[in-house]
């Protein structure tokens, strides 16, 4: 009977061994490997706990059937008794073996239902495969698409560029031509307009002349006893307006002068010290004062030395013509990065209020006489070398204020 029993035991090992391997390789793909490892786990700690528990049961047999032998040999119990004590702990063993059947059965349920997520999930694999190469092919064709939009944008953009480029061109041509044609029709404007103010300042030198030979003759007259100078002061008036004309005509012919700058390395006090020794003769006779500037601190300017002389000497000469005794005119000079300044500031009579706003038009006026267009001159030539003058009235103080730009030569070319 215990023979029997031990063979049971090692058909139930193999069958469970045949299990474990079904079970490992129909329900791993399914499943997982953790979650069949996992349960595969549990399995063999139910199998292990079995066996002990049958081995017990087996120990426990063996002993008593040892003690059985043993009482039946002391009591004379014979082999009969002993058989229904085994055929108890058979029918034990049976009830074991039934229940480990029906775990079996309850896995085989456990591996069909893993068959059927198996063919689930081999058709949700298939599906997914499908819809991938859906997109994938989708995917494609977008970036085909997107390579045509792209190379159509490429090339408008290079016909465009090219068109921008081309009317950048006429647009080039075209400033250029109408700054020539203005250039020109400036000159030949200027030209004409000389020629006339040429002719009218020649006209005005006769007059001025004759009137002058005029006014000599009847100072012989009157010398030699002769009073009838009837026209004398008809003669000095014209004489006096030829004067003036002829100076007017002078100023704008000084004004229609078309230069072009010239810049080079210009040393300030040579300058200042041409407009002292033009000045020097003026300044005596008027008994007015000049302070000239510190200059010896001021680096070296790229300027054109021409074009500020006459700008600076326009400026002083503004400052003579209304100045009288006891004057003072105070020039300073001061330079910030490539702009130069220089101040004039006077004690001159004050200039009227009305007079301010038309200060820089370059007009002669019977009130101010030249001023107007000697300041006018000033301020152009300060233009041509990038600046300006200003003009700022601080009480009985009047300030002319002038800047010029340096420039390093080859910016001028």
């Not at 059927?116 to 999930?121: I, N, P, Q, T, Y």
């Not at 702009?339 to 038309?358: H, T």
């Not at 300060?382 to 009235?393: D, Q, S």
Request: glycine share 4%.
């Amino acid at each position: 009977m215990i023979t029997n029993t031990m063979n049971s035991l090692d058909k139930m090992k193999k069958e469970f061994e045949g299990l474990k391997n079904y079970l490992i390789k129909r329900a791993t793909p399914a499943l997982g490997e953790d979650a069949v490892k996992a349960f595969i786990s549990a399995l063999e700690e139910y199998d292990s706990a079995l066996r002990e528990a049958l081995e017990r049961e087996n120990n426990k047999s063996e002993s008593l059937r040892d003690e059985n032998e043993t009482l039946r040999s002391i009591s004379g119990v014979g082999p009969v008794g002993v058989e229904a004590k085994l055929l108890e702990k058979a029918a034990e063993n049976k009830f074991l073996r039934d229940q480990l059947l029906a775990v079996k059965q309850g896995l085989d349920s456990a591996l069909r239902k893993v068959d059927d997520l198996s063919v689930e999930k081999e058709k949700l694999r298939q599906d997914f495969e499908s819809s991938l190469m859906a997109r994938e092919k989708e995917r494609k064709r977008h970036e085909s698409d997107i390579k045509s939009i792209t190379d159509k944008l490429s090339e408008f953009d290079k016909k465009h560029s090219e068109q921008i480029a081309l009317l950048e061109k006429k647009r080039l041509e075209l400033e250029q031509s109408v700054a020539r044609g203005k250039k020109e029709g400036r000159t030949e404007f200027v030209r004409e307009y000389k020629n006339v103010i040429s002719r009218v300042h020649a006209m005005a030198s006769i007059i001025s002349v004759n009137a002058q030979l005029c006014l000599e003759r009847i100072e012989k007259s009157r010398v030699a006893g002769h009073e009838n100078i009837e026209n004398k002061a008809d003669i000095e008036n014209a004489c006096t307006t030829s004067r003036e004309i002829t100076k007017v005509l002078e100023l704008y012919l000084g004004m229609l002068k078309e230069v072009e700058p010239k810049y080079e390395k210009v040393d300030l006090s040579a300058v200042f010290e041409k407009l002292k020794a033009r000045f020097a003769e003026q300044q005596s006779r008027k008994k007015t004062r000049i302070i000239w500037p510190e200059t010896k601190s001021i680096a070296e300017l790229s300027l054109d030395p021409k074009i500020a002389y006459e700008a600076l000497s326009c400026l002083v000469d503004n400052y003579l013509e209304v100045s009288g005794p006891a004057t003072k005119l105070d020039i300073t000079v001061a330079r910030q990065g490539d702009v130069l300044s220089c101040s004039f500031k006077d004690n001159a009579p004050a200039i009227k209020p009305e007079e301010i706003e038309s200060l820089f038009l370059p007009v002669w006026d019977t009130r101010s006489g030249y001023r107007n267009m000697i300041l006018s001159q000033s301020r152009h030539l300060a233009e041509l070398l990038g600046g300006t003058v200003t003009f700022e009235a601080k009480g009985r103080e009047k300030i002319f204020t002038i800047s010029f730009k340096s420039r390093a030569p080859e910016e001028s070319k």
